[in-house]
């Protein structure tokens, strides 16, 4: 019974933990107060990639982010005053060399506070369709609070992001992955920052530190490039990762 029971344990330990991550990195950004006009189209092309990574499936059949490249193009529509609403389609080539296309992802954000200088407030809402091999639930929302403050010299941006699985054995089940941006402008339409991304786990109790993940990069953005170099900060975090974002 004894023996039966530390089974059951264990089981439950990895499960938990094989539901804390496991989320597809097509898109690593910090939201600020770019929205689109009414009527006004957009297109970004993200594009990542771990040179050094999680290698170790958090589940059976998942494809991790080792040496793995993501490319995402995003298109997006301004539909009225302050809203607009975009489709990601991830494109993902895996360290074997394998290619998928993941799954569609939509969005909707609406920005009613934007003052130049000044602060800016809004929220954005994701829905996704992402194949099993790259999240175990497929199907996943998330609700992204932004809320910062920009002048001519810096950019500050908070996201507390509010993530569910909407299938599956954790459906419901509310994460917590908060991120930040700073950057300074150096003058030239160039801006020099730092951009952070944590997943702390469950919102009613946080994983244990070493099963949270932390990543600071270093960035450069341009009108139309973001451009980052990350680090991982802890050993359950992806060790190098590089990305850029493409604004047409």
Not at 104 to 131: D, H, I, Q, T
Not at 189 to 197: I, K, P, Q, V
């Amino acid at each position: 019974m004894s023996s039966t029971r530390n089974r059951s344990l264990v089981v439950a330990a990895l499960f938990c933990c094989s539901h804390a991550y496991g989320a597809l990195p097509d898109e690593i950004q910090v939201y600020t107060d770019d929205i689109n006009a009414p009527g006004e189209r957009g297109i970004e092309l993200h594009v990542n990639a771990t040179p050094s990574g999680r290698s170790r499936p958090d589940y059976a059949g998942e494809v991790t982010p080792y040496h793995g490249l993501r490319i995402t193009p995003e298109l997006s529509w301004g539909l009225v005053p302050d809203v607009d609403w975009g489709l990601y389609l991830p494109f993902v080539r895996s360290g074997d060399g394998t290619e998928y296309f993941a799954g569609p992802r939509f969005r909707l954000k609406w920005m009613p506070l934007r003052s130049k200088p000044g602060y800016f407030a809004g929220v954005n809402v994701e829905l996704s369709f992402v194949e099993r091999r790259f999240e175990e639930a497929r199907r996943t929302a998330e609700i992204r609070p932004i809320v910062g403050y920009r002048n001519d010299d810096w950019l500050l941006s908070f996201n507390p992001i509010v993530g569910t699985d909407l299938a599956g054995p954790q459906k419901g089940v509310l994460t917590f992955a908060p991120a930040f941006k700073i950057a300074r402008s150096a003058g030239g339409g160039y801006a020099l920052g730092a951009e952070y991304y944590a997943e702390l786990g469950r919102l009613s109790h946080f994983a244990p530190g070493s099963e949270q993940s932390h990543i600071l990069y270093f960035v450069l953005d341009t009108q139309t490039v973001n451009f980052g170099v990350g680090r991982g900060l802890n050993g359950a975090s992806d060790r190098w990762t590089v990305k850029a974002i493409f604004s047409f």
